[in-house]
């Protein structure tokens, strides 16, 4: 079987590659969601060199530190050719691995390396120990640790005094930008249009394995119910696989806050309302994880006079795939399994037009650089750029703006992010001008309306020049 398509990761790859200047052993870490590349890119990095991956056990109601010791000294028998031990210490198969590591250019990854350590307490400590003692010995050896689990490598390994000045490099892998995701939808053969390929992003966003189950042959449709609405469906298996992986006994809790954002923003009070809790570390806890996850954002909104960062701040479910799925698949999950479920016109699906526009704007702030070029805005030009928001008080107006841009030129893009089938019309003006008439700003600065869009503005729109610029994002993914 031909494997998916490598893309992108230029900037990631270009880090790794500094390393290989170096006169002394690196250890990286890398972290970043579920299914989001964070192996394939190591592969491609290590291909060229002596390499060897081992991978942690996926965590079940039976794992025990052995069963996670028998599996490593398995995969060091199979790509070594060493005999399989019974070892009861980590220590012992650090060493053993370090007598084959000990010269020439070698990249070894510990895959999934929360499942393989985090039953064993001494664990890490026996590691940092391979390392000082026997690893970077070898002037030439690379060792990454990686993980989906971020908060777990945050904490354990990133802020642990332990790998404290060990670690050469951390990467935290993202989603794919939007010309990569069409470069890879291009190479898979797909003859989508623009629009079609939007939405399809708008359900798999960034994510590569994602991206690479979709069928070129398909139609966004087609693709969409194949992948998402059929019991088969990786998408319809996908998210508890990834809930009960990352989050084991706490999943309940996890997908109840990020259910409690399905519909937009929220506040911290709102979600502890929403939730029928009281304000407490747990909880903010439970959400700094899922942010380290990767599958909420934290938007902070910000002092226009001062360009200071303000205390006030939204949640953001930005995984598309996440909303989709708590939306329309986990509640008609026994219609699927069923074979009653009717998907026979996306359009057609409950609230289906502001689900659309949530996903499409996680696009947008996902490739802000994009508007950032289209705006000929350099990047140390941007004092601050988030969604934003105003409070309502009653001297101010409440307000909330898609997505502000703030530079020291004291000019204030005002972006309206629109997603729909039909072309933007006249309504989008006095739309968008009362949301700069509320807006409170300082004397001396300007307000530029910018509109991002996907299929089309009508002549009514252009001829009022009312935007100082319209960005059409389907241009960007036009055929290569």
Not at 254 to 269: C, D, M, S
Not at 416 to 422: A, G, R
Request: hydrophobic share 35%; charged share 25%; glycine share 6%.
């Amino acid at each position: 079987m031909t494997p998916a398509p490598f893309v992108g990761r230029k900037e990631e790859l270009r880090d790794l590659n500094l390393l290989l200047k170096k006169k002394t052993s690196s250890l990286v870490v890398i972290k970043g969601r579920r299914r989001i590349g964070k192996s394939r890119l190591i592969q491609e990095f290590g291909a060229k060199y002596e390499f060897y991956q081992f991978t942690g056990l996926a965590p079940t109601k039976n794992s025990t530190i052995q069963s996670q010791l028998n599996e490593f000294s398995r995969q060091i028998s199979i790509q070594t050719s060493l005999p399989e031990l019974i070892a009861d210490d980590w220590s012992k198969l650090f060493l053993l691995l370090a007598t084959k590591i000990r010269h020439g250019r070698v990249v070894v990854l510990f895959d999934e390396i929360s499942w393989m350590g985090s039953k064993d307490p001494d664990f890490l400590g026996k590691l940092k120990n391979a390392w000082d003692m026997y690893f970077k010995q070898n002037p030439e050896l690379i060792l990454i640790l990686c993980g989906s689990v971020s908060a777990w490598i945050e904490k354990n390994i990133l802020s642990s005094t332990g790998f404290m000045g060990r670690i050469s490099l951390s990467l935290n892998l993202k989603e794919l930008y939007l010309q990569e995701c069409n470069q890879f939808l291009v190479e898979l053969g797909s003859k989508a249009s623009p629009y079609d390929k939007l939405k399809l992003l708008s359900i798999t966003g960034g994510i590569p394995r994602y991206i690479e189950e979709i069928q070129a042959s398909l139609t966004a449709e087609e693709n969409i119910k194949r992948l998402c609405f059929t019991p088969k469906g990786i998408l319809f298996r996908e998210f508890n696989d990834i809930f009960s992986d990352l989050f084991s006994t706490r999943s309940e809790v996890y997908k109840t806050i990020v259910a409690a954002l399905t519909e937009g923003n929220a506040e911290y009070n709102d979600i502890c309302q929403a939730l029928d809790v009281s304000k407490s570390g747990y909880l903010s806890e439970h959400l700094d994880n899922l942010i380290q996850s990767g599958f909420i954002s934290r938007d902070y909104t910000w002092n226009l006079k001062t360009g200071a960062e303000a205390r006030l701040s939204h949640y953001r479910l930005s995984d598309n795939y996440l909303r989709f799925y708590l939306k329309y698949i986990e509640n008609n999950r026994s219609k699927i399994e069923q074979g009653h479920f009717n998907s026979r016109s996306l359009s057609n699906l409950p609230g289906w037009e502001p689900l659309i526009g949530l996903q499409f704007e996680n696009l947008v702030l996902n490739n802000r650089k994009l508007i950032w070029e289209n705006l000929s805005i350099y990047p140390e030009e941007i004092i601050s750029d988030n969604p934003f928001f105003q409070r309502k008080t009653a001297r101010t107006p409440g307000c909330q703006i898609d997505y502000l841009i703030h530079t020291r030129f004291n000019n204030l893009y005002v972006c309206e992010v629109k997603f729909s089938k039909h072309k933007v019309g006249l309504d989008i003006l006095s739309e968008v001008q009362q949301k700069i008439d509320k807006l409170k700003r300082p004397k001396g600065f300007s307000c530029r309306p910018v509109l991002i869009h996907v299929n089309g503005v009508t002549d009514e729109v252009l001829a009022s020049h009312f935007f100082d610029t319209i960005i059409d994002f389907s241009e960007l993914l036009g055929s290569e």
